[in-house]
């Protein structure tokens, strides 16, 4: 596993500051909120992903970024397979409490295209285009 | 209402390229996708909403944020009330073509509760706290 790009400090919170986290998060029908993720230096927005109230809690508990993966209906670990995982700087709680941003430190690539980030297509001269180069080979990411 | 804080160059696409972007873009059960917005120039990252196909074309057409508002169930333009609007500058497509970021230009304030973004809310000494000022009264965007 890559080590982080720097060594901001890991964020990990109690069960009581946890509890307080949840309380304010507005889960939707599916008990999902979306969370955004910043590289919390650069400002670049990495990816978009969903948590369940388990993945904000062990999140928060271990200040490693954990999702819920809606294709395989389990808790996605970011990294635990591609080795690119995602440490919390800052978990914030936006006015409804139904979104969250995430400031991380990314170790390699958030994109499993193996892209730095995910948002890589934008029109350019009327054509979609992708606008950001393929820095590592997702067949060794996920050893295909 | 308030100029834009830079001059960046609008994005204003043409039907042919707004058909493109709506292609590679993938609605929901809802016929939704989220939607990040992101200051271009800071990197801060401003809100997250939701648009329709109508609030995506009409956006890349105009150049002026819409968004779908899903308490109204209507077109949402961004600071059509609130005098607080959001100018296109690149509107970015992820790689399962189911979130968006959109970079604008945010004159004023990008949330309801005055303040300049809606993530205010995070962990500080185990407290859920609010992180960010309130800068324009909302009763004074609302004419409440």
Redesign the interface.
């Known amino acids: 596993m890559s080590a982080p790009s720097t060594s901001a400090p890991v ?1 990990v ?2 069960e ?2 946890i509890a ?2 949840l309380a ?1 998060i507005v889960f939707d029908a599916n008990g999902l909120v ?1 969370c ?1 993720a ?1 590289q919390h230096d ?4 990495l ?2 992903a969903w948590m369940n109230r388990d993945a904000v809690s062990e999140t ?1 508990r271990t200040g490693k970024l954990c999702y819920w993966s809606r294709s395989r209906q389990a808790l996605w670990r970011k990294g635990e397979t591609s080795g690119h995982g995602q440490t919390l700087v ?7 409490g139904d ?1 969250l ?1 995430a400031l991380v430190d990314q170790a390699g690539v958030a ?3 193996g ?1 730095h980030n ?6 350019r001269d ?3 285009t992708e ?1 950001a180069p393929v820095l590592v080979d997702p067949r060794q990411m996920y050893g295909a």
Chains 1, 2 share one sequence.
Do not use: K, N, Y
């Open positions: 964020a919170s109690s009581m500051a307080q986290a304010a979306p955004v910043q650069s400002g670049e927005v990816m978009m928060l800052d978990l914030r709680i936006d006015c409804d979104t941003l994109c499993h295209t892209r995910c948002f890589f297509r934008a029109l009327e054509q979609l606008i």
